[in-house]
């Protein structure tokens, strides 16, 4: 058995089931006339991959979690006119692993150096798709991402939910380290390891893990908390592995765009808004809520930028708009509410590998 001839022959069966699906995709995209909602990349990477674990057996889904996406973004951009993606960057930082994990394919990707050049980069039309971090199992959430969400009329229509499992990375011995490069998360996440295994080194922050660990490239004594595939990309030596505090740490990151998914019957709908300041304004909204049968899955208070006293308030809750319950629900908060922004309804993100 020549074992390299019998690899060699399934990957040319491979390449050529994926140029068959592109030629469905193109003559797809032919009778809808390239501008359906269908035809999305986030909706169809996201559709390709329920499909998929739906039909596969358990003991596969993993393996569909890592491949299909990736297929169906090759797939996709290779059919359609190739879209823009914006990121949190730079390369292989968090956020670049969670928008891999989304779309597959990384054609398109652009890197971008502040959160809020992500919603900028919607808003302009520059980019089609953003990923940006809103929450974090540890920290709670993402300040910058909800002050984004009042500043720019952007919609949410889809998210990944990412493992995060912070790397001490360095080209040193341990013993030899003397600074810990991290973003403030980053270092907060992996304080008591870094108390009880680093004490005299010194922390400094920078605005992101994979910044990092390009210092810890060419910084004597320097090393770096950031991600295996940053470590692996710059030639880094992975000192320890896995040093977060929290073993079941994750990130949820949005996917923003101006899609509007349709109903999969595991959804939910994100809405931001502001009450009257009196007594029981906010207590009526959730009683709202609550009689229309909706569950409450996140609300976070935030302060309206600029004026003392006020908040936003962003819900997430079960359910798609298009479920009468919840568009009741969202109609009569409109007409109680000073301001209201529908954010979107899309599936629920599943934790990615």
């Not at 068959?20 to 035809?39: E, S, V």
């Not at 900028?120 to 002050?147: A, C, F, M």
Request: hydrophobic share 40%.
């Amino acid at each position: 058995m020549d074992l390299d001839k019998d690899i060699g022959s399934i990957d040319l069966a491979i390449l050529d089931l994926v140029a068959k699906r592109i030629d469905l995709l193109k003559q797809k995209m032919a009778g809808k006339a390239g501008a359906n909602q269908d035809w999305s990349l986030a909706s169809h990477c996201g559709k390709s991959l329920r499909d998929s674990i739906e039909a596969s057996d358990r003991a596969m889904h993993s393996l569909a979690e890592r491949v299909v996406p990736f297929l169906a973004g090759v797939s996709h951009q290779s059919a359609h006119e190739p879209v823009r993606i914006a990121y949190l960057g730079p390369e292989f930082s968090y956020s670049y692993s969670a928008a891999r994990n989304y779309f597959g394919s990384t054609d398109g990707f652009q890197a971008v150096q502040t959160i809020g050049a992500v919603f900028e980069e919607i808003e302009r039309g520059q980019s089609t798709y953003g990923v940006v971090p809103i929450e974090n199992s540890t920290d709670g959430r993402i300040v910058d991402t909800l002050t984004m969400f009042i500043r720019h009329p952007v919609r949410i229509c889809g998210e990944v939910l990412l493992p995060i499992h912070h790397n001490l990375l360095a080209k040193c011995d341990r013993s030899e380290i003397k600074e810990v490069y991290s973003k403030p998360q980053a270092l907060s996440q992996c304080r008591a390891w870094l108390a009880e295994h680093l004490p005299g080194a010194r922390w400094v922050e920078v605005a992101s893990t994979a910044v990092a660990a390009q210092i810890a490239t060419h910084t004597v004594g320097a090393a770096a908390v950031a991600s295996r595939d940053a470590g692996i990309a710059l030639g880094l030596d992975l000192v320890a592995e896995s040093i977060e505090d929290n073993k079941n740490n994750i990130t949820r990151f949005a996917i923003i765009g101006g899609d509007e998914p349709k109903p999969t019957l595991n959804d939910k709908t994100s809405l931001m808004f502001q009450v009257p300041h009196k007594p029981g304004a906010l207590a009526d909204v959730m009683l709202l809520f609550r009689d229309n049968g909706l569950n409450l899955t996140w609300i976070e208070s935030f302060p309206v930028p600029g004026v003392a006293n006020e908040y936003f308030f962003f819900v997430e809750l079960d359910g798609h708009r298009t479920q009468p319950n919840v568009d009741k629900a969202i109609r009569s908060l409109e007409q109680s509410a000073l301001r209201l922004n529908f954010l979107g309804s899309y599936p629920k993100g599943r934790l990615v590998g």
